[in-house]
């Protein structure tokens, strides 16, 4: 975790034009809202809230990078998709328990892998049930793979072979 603070203590917040910025706004005040009342139901449920000291613009709408540690399943900041710069840490004592943690909830956008192994990643990524799986990244996309989710994060997919099948009517 102190790593992971570490890293996070010189995340870039401003204009998400300027290519320096790690950080951008939220796109809407209801947006926001709804990230504020989840890290606040966090912390009523009883996980603990890290975020660095960092300025935030005066304009638009800004939640400051946050980590919540002491999280299990059933609290609502792991159950429900915040989008926002949140980060919810679960613990798991077997790839085959992170790997039933991970399936256990109605959302499915992205999924992120990291190890060492080339072997444990393949064989994670196929027990996994989200529309992305990334392996030692994260948010990398090529425009050639088709992009979706599973369950409520979405259903069918976008970009790619796959995401053109949709609008083409086959000739016979």
Not at 2 to 11: A, G, P, S, Y
Not at 105 to 121: C, F, H, M, N, R
């Amino acid at each position: 975790m102190e790593k992971l603070r570490n890293r996070i203590n010189l995340i870039r917040i401003g204009n998400p034009m300027d290519k320096n910025t790690d950080l951008g706004a939220i796109n809407s005040a209801a947006q926001l809202g709804r990230i504020k009342d989840l890290a606040d139901a966090g912390d009523i449920e009883g996980a603990m809230r890290w975020s660095p000291n960092c300025n935030l613009p005066s304009k638009g709408f800004w939640y400051p990078p946050t980590i919540f540690t002491g999280v299990s399943q059933s609290h609502r900041i792991a159950r429900e998709e915040i989008f926002g710069p949140v980060l919810s840490v679960l613990t798991f004592r077997t790839p085959q328990e992170a790997i039933d943690k991970a399936n256990n909830t109605p959302y499915g956008l992205s999924a992120g892998i990291w190890t060492e192994k080339g072997s444990k990643i393949l064989w994670t990524a196929k027990r996994l049930r989200a529309g992305v799986i990334w392996a030692n990244t994260f948010n990398k996309f090529d425009p050639a793979s088709p992009f979706g989710g599973y369950k409520e994060s979405g259903w069918g997919r976008e970009g790619g072979r796959h995401g053109l099948s949709g609008y083409l009517k086959g000739q016979y």
